[in-house]
């Protein structure tokens, strides 16, 4: 029974670290004075949060992987129906879009986490 409940409680921490990241993701794509250029640090924060908070490096890493996909659907799909045609937005989206992601997102995340657990190692001394 103990097993269980501890592997629901890995289950939805995942889902609360993709939904955090994914949502941290959105606002910024949605807020109209944020840009790439200028709040480049801005984007690298989500990830940076997932990092230290997950449990598991792998745990992370796949929140990120889903994060990343949702948000170039949700993303695509709106630049897609700007320019009238959702699916071309979405497979744009996936071409460019999803290896920058996966980069900005994956990097962060485990340069966080090995910050974390270095921490830990260097606490316990």
Do not use: C, D
Request: overall charge positive; cysteine-free; aromatic content about 16%.
């Amino acid at each position: 029974m103990e097993r269980l409940k501890e592997k629901y409680f890995i289950s939805y921490l995942m889902m609360f670290e993709t939904l955090l990241l994914l949502s941290g993701q959105l606002l910024l794509y949605f807020l109209p004075p944020v840009s790439w250029e200028s709040h480049w640090y801005l984007w690298l924060t989500p990830p940076i949060l997932i990092g230290f908070i997950t449990p598991s490096l792998k745990k992370g890493l796949s929140a990120s992987l889903v994060a990343s996909i949702l948000y170039i659907l949700i993303a695509g799909s709106i630049e897609g129906a700007k320019h009238g045609s959702w699916i071309g937005g979405i497979v744009f989206g996936f071409i460019f879009g999803l290896p920058i992601m996966f980069i900005l997102n994956i990097i962060s995340v485990t340069i966080a986490y090995g910050v974390k657990y270095g921490l830990k190692k260097i606490l316990r001394f």
